[in-house]
T-cell receptor
Framework: QKEVEQNSGPLSVPEGAIASLNCTYSDRGSQSFFWYRQYSGKSPELIMSIYSNGDKEDGRFTAQLNKASQYVSLLIRDSQPSDSATYLCAVFREYGNKLVFGAGTILRVKS | DGGITQSPKYLFRKEGQNVTLSCEQN?????MYWYRQDPGQGLRLIYYSQIVNDFQKGDIAEGYSVSREKKESFPLTVTSAQKNPTAFYLC?????????????FGEGSWLTVV
């Protein structure tokens, strides 16, 4: 079992729709969770971080965390073609003091 | 502008050669990292450093070496012992290593073996 799992996609949504990206993790003691966006050939850029159970909103982005289910998600409202990218989920594992990345989900927003 | 600068952006290595990737940051961050990314895979940690003159192996350190002589600089050497070095290499930094510390990335370096 991978430490951080994401569906590789591609996830295709029409422009203006809500894109829902999901991530599960195996270390129950994890405390910090991050979503990065990576355009093809570019480096990852931070979208959001979340540390507490519940929702955290920032503009069109909402991160959701459920530690009991070991599940973190990212919702993108009013999806735009410019949102087309790979979205990486990252979980900080205290054992080993390490940020562990999932393989990413490819999102395609069709205009 | 504050940020993390990696060079070169593209590098070609012949079999048996060592090559060094440069990473400089002016964010005043104590922690620096090197990750490797292969197509369709997540980022894998090569080495990290929490403070000057100290560094720790990550998950895939074999065939790589680093130094941290200055707070701002964390160069990565890909040695000839690394049998499959073709990949996208990412340098990153954070204020500290630990819970709640966000990692920021440089623009990356593409290394190809020819």
């Amino acid at each position: 079992q991978k430490e951080v799992e994401q569906n590789s996609g591609p996830l295709s949504v029409p422009e203006g729709a809500i894109a829902s990206l999901n991530c599960t993790y195996s270390d129950r003691g994890s405390q910090s969770f991050f979503w990065y966006r990576q355009y093809s050939g570019k480096s990852p850029e931070l979208i959001m971080s979340i540390y507490s159970n519940g929702d955290k909103e920032d503009g069109r982005f909402t991160a959701q965390l459920n530690k009991a289910s070991q599940y973190v998600s990212l919702l993108i409202r009013d999806s735009q073609p410019s949102d087309s990218a790979t979205y990486l989920c990252a979980v900080f594992r205290e054992y080993g003091n390490k940020l562990v990345f999932g393989a990413g989900t490819i999102l395609r927003v069709k205009s | 502008d504050g940020g993390i600068t990696q060079s070169p952006k593209y590098l070609f290595r012949k079999e048996g050669q060592n090559v060094t990737l440069s990473c400089e940051q002016n964010l005043n961050h104590d922690a620096m990292y090197w990750y490797r990314q292969d197509p369709g895979q997540g980022l894998r940690l090569i080495y990290y450093s929490q403070i000057v003159n100290d560094f720790q192996k990550g998950d895939i350190a074999e065939g790589y070496s680093v130094s941290r002589e200055k707070k701002e600089s964390f160069p990565l050497t890909v040695t000839s012992a690394q049998k499959n070095p073709t990949a996208f290499y990412l340098c990153a930094s954070s204020i500290l290593v630990g819970v709640g510390n966000t990692i920021y990335f440089g623009e990356g370096s593409w290394l190809t073996v020819v």
